[in-house]
């Protein structure tokens, strides 16, 4: 007898979920299962960080699925007792299902950068399936639905995952590679092998799917072409909305344009020395603005008063994409300008995407309206593109 825990959560200040619905149709085809009897599920709704572990020692599940949010490695969006988010951190997670290893089997994340998390179930749980970015409502239901009436057939959990992932590409929906399934095994010996990588604050850092532009090709692309170049500034705390810009702006990497993060660090490049080369060569800078940013010491003495000594100079160009509440009006940065005079710069001085401000951040806004600003931050910079071409 497999025992299945559902559990779904879908704060107060997020995006509304089809949670039920998804819910629903997991227990609708497990009804229909071949094996139904095999089977038990329990679910619970609106779940807070502290019903996890209640709902684990009550119910004794083999599997565990929760739906909602997630925001990479800030954590999964539980309630907390007032019906606001409350994020719990892949490794509290990984620590809670460490004392259950011996229990569940299986543990399927159905939120948005969830991977996060899922890395480090899997270090304790046979089977983990996490999601490596954003997922719609529609795609997390198909797999869900998939996933589910594979497990009713009696079929293991990697052919489940395939089905699951087959279930959305059937339905047309073009998210059928998001869900990631992660072994144990596996984690195990990528953890033995790997070789630790770090972004531009020195701290582990996550690698973008799709290749990037190297900085060696920078150097040279600027020659030949003369092409605006882009570099993304941001806090490693906010490498999700990182991964959603560079999706959209992929596109200009696609036309042989330039798009630099540091992600385009290769093993052994000494990334302060990487970041101080690349930073004269772009022409735009498009920063992610948050609170952590405002905190950042190496941004803060480090890449913005480079970037902004030639924004003075109008060598470059910074577009501030406000992706959290931060308190930007009462935090300047210093720098020094070309004649040695010492200047200070507001992020919200700058103009900002359309339908994007402090008071407006990327995270109080609805997947589609995130998209339409991150589509306008293209579009601005095709249209700098376009007119140095002519």
Known sequence: ?????????????????????????????????????????????????????????????????????????????????????????????????????????????????????????????????????????????????????????????????????????????????????????????????SQAEVNHLGEPSTKYNQKQTTIDQLDSELKEKEMPSVFICYSHKDEIWRDKLLEFLQSLNFEKQIVWSDLDLEQGDIWDEKIKEVLPKVTVAVVLVSQAILNSTYVRNEELPRLLQRFEDKKVRIIPLFVKYADVENVPFNYTNEQGEAKTFYLNNAQSPPNNSPRNPLYTLPEPEQDKVLLSVVQNLRSLIDKKKR
């Open 1 to 193: 007898m497999k025992r299945i825990l559902i559990l779904s959560a879908n704060p107060k200040n997020t995006a509304p979920l089809r949670l039920d619905e998804e819910m629903r149709e997991i227990k609708e085809g497990l009804r229909r299962a071949e094996q139904r009897d095999n089977f038990v599920i329990e679910t619970g709704q609106a779940v807070r960080y502290r019903d996890i572990r209640r709902a684990i020692l009550d119910f004794e599940p083999n599997i565990v699925h929760f739906s909602g949010h997630g925001a990479g490695e800030e954590g999964l969006a539980f309630e907390d007792e007032t019906g606001q988010v409350k994020l719990v951190e892949a490794q509290a997670l990984a620590s809670l299902f460490e004392l259950f290893a011996d229990q569940i089997e299986c543990v399927v994340l159905n939120a948005c950068y969830s991977e996060v998390q899922a890395k480090a179930i899997a270090e304790h749980i046979p089977y983990v399936v996490g999601m490596s970015k954003s997922i719609g409502d529609k795609a997390a239901i198909e797999f869900a639905v998939g996933f589910y009436d594979a497990l009713g057939a009696g079929r293991t959990v990697e052919f489940a995952y395939k089905l699951g992932c087959n279930s959305i590409e059937i339905a047309g929906i073009s998210e059928h590679l998001t869900p990631q399934l992660l072994s144990n095994s596996d984690i195990l010996t990528n953890t033995v092998s």
